[in-house]
């Protein structure tokens, strides 16, 4: 046989490269049946055999008894096949022995390439099939070598790619360093399978709390949901099942074991354990700690919410470059507008003043319809009729009547800041104008000394 010791070769292969036995014996059959063909003929019928407890490969070449050859690799006489059957008919087909050895060793170097081909492309299946179970989990690798910036791992069984963009901040690694990530994706591409890791990716931290949290992996306490912005600052929303668990502390742990331990995976990057809540007004005020929050106005239309803060809170709330907002936005998933008690009181006292220039709206009225969601007369002016009965209790005549003054004071508004903006800009133009005659006296007056000069002299000389 070409392939000495083949059985050896097949279990050796299938244990270094996860590749199953089966695939590789067909991979072989596949191969012989290439080679013999190359030597007997492109027609020949060619079955190999494979005795899995002996390693043993045999291989017949099926030929027809015909009374008159045509294809010889495919076709013998019936005194051709006297020889290897004495009784054999006219349209019996006979299988003949070969020995592989007669293939050459050009038959056999095709056959080498052939195997090499298919066991490449199992590896490459065996490779997908292997990981793509471990896409959404934490892996470990080592450093082997950089490409243009990104990180190659080595994974043991294939290689991952670390891209700069799920890389952290500040964060180096040399070759032979282990390093820890999250599976992104696993990609099946011709030349095999690509692993994309992130250490970036909100997922990686809520991957670290369930592999440091007993109470995580258990399911009594539930992570609801991550934001990160990575090498800095994150949040991670939990809750519990088990009314006798408090899902923050569990995930703290004992003098802050757990989650320092995540810290320190993460370079130093702050989390924040935020207790969820089924009512998003408690969960917001939970997400934007440690900020103080004095009372919150939901427009559940939008999923948006105004939340005002005492002033000393203000810039607590909305965090270093707005971190903790933005990630507090990130985790409940509604739009957060941060706004301080004295912004929020001066923006009150404008909005009730705008809708009390309309006639016959006094301050309650304006609470209602403030509450109702029109803080000035731009909002009424846009409002539908329907709308403003249904927060106001007024007939529709009279909140008919309110919008369209609201809409004529608005047109009179805009009136008057054209009207301004074109007298500010004559008195520009005048001022240009007295500036340039200024400026043009006093070259006349210089232009007319020479001559006064002249005159002197003139005095002199007589």
Not at 35 to 53: C, L, M, P, T
Not at 82 to 98: A, F, K, M, Q, V
Not at 341 to 366: F, H, I, P
Request: hydrophobic share 35%; with cysteine; glycine share 6%.
């Amino acid at each position: 046989m070409f392939i000495t010791d083949i059985k050896r070769v097949i279990d050796q292969v299938s244990r270094e490269k996860g590749i199953d036995a089966e695939v590789l014996i067909t991979t072989i059959k596949e191969a012989i049946i290439s080679a013999a063909r190359k030597k007997i003929g492109a027609r020949a019928d060619i079955e190999v055999h494979y005795d899995s407890k002996s390693g043993d490969v045999e291989v017949f070449h099926f030929k027809e008894v015909v009374e008159e050859v045509e294809y010889s690799d495919s076709e013998l006489t019936l005194e051709e096949g006297y020889e290897y059957d004495p009784e054999c008919e006219i349209g019996d087909s006979l299988g003949i022995r070969i020995d592989t050895e007669e293939f050459g060793r050009i038959a056999a170097q095709s056959a080498k390439q052939v195997i090499i081909q298919k066991m490449r492309e199992a590896e490459r299946n065996a490779v997908y099939e292997n990981f793509i179970h471990k896409k959404g989990k934490i892996i470990n690798g080592i450093v082997q070598r950089f490409d243009r910036g990104s990180i190659i791992a080595n994974l043991g069984q294939a290689e991952a790619v670390l891209r700069p963009r799920d890389q952290m901040p500040r964060e180096n690694y040399k070759r032979g360093d282990r390093i820890r990530a999250y599976v992104l994706d696993v990609l099946e591409e011709s030349k095999g399978a690509q692993i994309l890791l992130s250490r970036t990716h909100p997922e990686f931290l809520v991957e670290l709390f369930k592999t440091e949290v007993p109470e995580v992996a258990e399911g009594i306490v539930t992570l609801r949901g991550a934001a990160r912005v990575p090498g800095l600052r994150a949040k991670i929303a939990v809750s519990s099942i088990d009314s006798d668990v408090d899902p923050v502390g569990a995930c703290v742990g004992m003098k802050g074991n757990r989650v320092q331990s995540i810290v320190q995976e993460l370079r130093g990057e702050k989390i924040d354990i935020v207790q969820w809540s089924p009512d998003i007004a408690r969960f917001v005020c939970n997400a934007l700690s440690p900020a103080e929050i004095a009372r919150v106005i939901i427009d559940e239309d939008n999923q948006s919410m105004e939340v005002i803060v005492n002033d000393e809170y203000l810039s607590i709330a909305i965090g270093k470059g707005g971190q903790n907002v933005s990630l507090a936005c990130e985790i409940t998933g509604w739009h957060l507008e941060v706004t301080s008690e004295e912004e929020y009181s001066r923006e009150l006292k404008q909005g009730y003043d705008s809708l009390m220039r309309l006639t016959d709206v006094g301050l309650s009225l304006a609470e209602a319809l403030f509450k109702g969601g029109y803080s000035s007369i731009v909002d009424i002016a846009q409002a539908e009729i329907e709308d403003i009965v249904s927060v106001s209790d007024l007939e529709e005549s009279r909140a008919k009547e309110i919008v369209e003054e609201a809409k004529t004071i608005l047109v009179k508004d805009e009136e008057l800041l054209e009207a301004q903006k074109v007298a500010e800009t004559a008195d520009l133009s005048s001022d240009t104008q007295v500036e340039a005659k200024e400026q043009e006296e006093p070259e006349k007056e210089s232009k007319e000394e020479p001559e006064d000069d002249q005159a002197v002299q003139e005095d002199k000389d007589n």
